[in-house]
């Protein structure tokens, strides 16, 4: 089953995005914690790129592909922008130390990302970059 | 979308979220907390009960502040978080950093 969103470059669009995910993810009988961590580690992606890549400017946009396999069993999103590419894989991550020594805001959102998906590929291109997610459903 | 509301009962600061707080309203949880420590608060809960979202920007914000609650003897209990929301803060294991209780009394307890 697949989806798509296309969203201006702004955080005010992320509420958007989220409500877009959560909606049709509900649609496959997935529990609310499991819906809200696929949710969560999109939204993070989709922020990193909005704020980072594309300085906030909604005269940009990004786009959302979201696949739930045919057998149930995942989910596939696929992230597509044409700003200057972010390499989420080769991002260094923060220590939870350093980051409350240095009273960073920042830094946990990749972390997240990580730790909820089951594969994460990034491909960059002249014309786009797509950062593609996957997650493996619990109860399968 | 985020609404925060504040009350103080006894010598407790209530600070009470709603709705999402993500990478565009966290500024306000932000400016909340900052404000709190700033008018020498020394016990702050956090009434999550109404909180359906927090994303990285908002669990950062409490990040943020853990080093000025140790040096200044102040102490933050979330409560009231459903189990989604208390789940994000279990992902990284900040639920080992910060202070989280079921209810207001067992919050206040805590601090």
Known sequence: MKYNFKAPCSKKKLRAIRDFIGKN????????????????????????????????????????????????????????????????????????????????????????????????????????NICKLYKKFENH | MIDISNKTEEDFLILTLGGEVDASSSIHLDKALGKAIEQNHKKILVDCNNLNYISSAGLGVFMSYIEDFQSQNINLVLFGLSDKVKNVFEILGLDQLLKISKNLEEAKSLC
């Open chain 1, 25 to 128: 993810l509900k649609k496959h009988n997935l529990d609310d914690i499991e819906i809200n961590m696929i949710v969560l580690a999109v939204d993070e992606v989709c922020a990193n790129l909005i704020i980072h890549s594309h300085d906030c400017d909604p005269n940009e946009s990004l786009e959302l592909n979201m696949n739930v396999d045919a057998k149930h069993e995942g989910v596939t999103f696929e992230i597509i922008d044409r700003g200057e590419g972010f390499n989420i894989l080769k991002y260094k991550e923060p220590s939870l130390d350093d980051i409350v020594r240095n009273k960073k805001k920042g830094g946990l959102g990749l972390m997240l990302v990580k730790r909820i998906m089951d594969h994460i590929e990034f491909k960059s291109s002249p014309r786009k």
